[in-house]
């Protein structure tokens, strides 16, 4: 039987190997953070929204043109206050095309090519997912209003309200985060990404038109204004319009109604959103008949 000496001998031999396996093993894995989790999430989706490049750029660019044909048919005579609100509906248009008509694309068109699947499958809270994916949706919404902002003020040559730009970036993350919840909630009734668009842009032109974003709403029936201050257009631009020129005193209207429609499409969307693909199941519906 080995005395003590011969397992003091052995234990240092053996030292340099437990130290190097301890060393390979490296420190102990530990859970991250959801905060880490998140900011890991909103970057990767804003590398993959930043590689679609017309997506923005329509974003940006289809305002503007608007806004040109809209201000060259309309003669060369525009007061100040028809100036502020084109450059107002250029701001609004550029925000809901980003956070709606993208938004709303990109969701079906990941759920049909099995992104959204696998990411569910993943130890990646859904909760998580979604954060991450609003506030790349937010943030890109308002830069691409802001850029078409500069554009407009620009073309249309008016002064921009510095002091009141911290309101103009809470109206368009308020306003952006209502018509992503909207697009999430549309994406869910939407079978295939090649219906996406058209089906998107037949529930967007309309209340775009209707909502005064371009043509003031004083030019329309009285019921159709009516119904139109209810809706999320209109709230949306009015708010961009008041900080741009004119008194605050219908912001906190603004932001009710806006607020309002926030809660009501973002329960809705917990109900029609689907993260597995919709076609393969109607084509295993159709070979099982």
């Given amino acids: 039987m080995p005395d003590q000496d011969t397992d003091v001998r ?9 130290r190097a396996r301890h060393a390979m093993a ?11 989790l998140l900011v890991a999430q909103t970057r990767y989706q804003l ?45 609004v248009y550029g925000a809901i095309s980003m956070a709606y008509l993208s938004h709303a694309t990109a969701l079906v068109t990941a759920r049909e090519k099995g992104v959204l699947k696998r990411f569910r499958g993943s130890p990646l809270p859904s909760w998580i997912y979604f954060t991450g994916r609003i506030i ?23 002064s921009f309200p510095w002091a009141r730009l911290g309101w103009i970036l809470l109206g368009l993350m308020i306003g952006s985060l209502v018509w992503a919840a909207l697009g999430t909630m549309m994406s869910g009734v939407i079978s295939t990404p090649d219906s996406a668009w058209s089906t998107l842009i037949t529930t967007f032109l309309p209340l775009m038109f209707i909502s005064g974003i ?70 295993k519906a159709t070979r099982k008949a």
């Fill in 214 to 283: 371009f043509i003031p709403t004083s030019t329309e029936p009285v019921w159709l204004a009516d119904i139109a201050n209810w809706l999320p257009a209109e709230p949306f631009g009015d708010f961009i319009q008041h900080c741009l020129s004119g008194p605050l005193v219908g912001l906190p209207r603004d932001l009710l109604v806006l607020a309002g429609w926030l809660v009501v499409s973002s329960l809705a969307a917990r109900w029609t959103f689907k993260w597995l693909p919709v076609t393969r199941k109607r084509r």
């Fill in 47 to 91: 590398k993959v929204s930043l590689r679609n490049s017309r997506t923005i750029t329509s974003s940006i660019l289809l305002p503007v043109l608007i806004l040109i044909a809209l201000r060259s048919t309309s003669g060369a005579g525009l007061g100040s206050i028809n100036n502020q609100v084109l450059v107002a509906g250029a701001l």
């Fill in 136 to 158: 790349t949706t937010t943030v890109l919404a308002v830069l691409a209003s802001l850029v078409a902002l500069e554009l407009a003020v620009d073309i249309v040559g008016i």
């Fill in 26 to 36: 490296g420190p102990r894995a530990t859970t991250p953070s959801w905060f880490s």
């Fill in 10 to 18: 052995l234990a240092t031999a053996h030292a340099p190997v437990a």
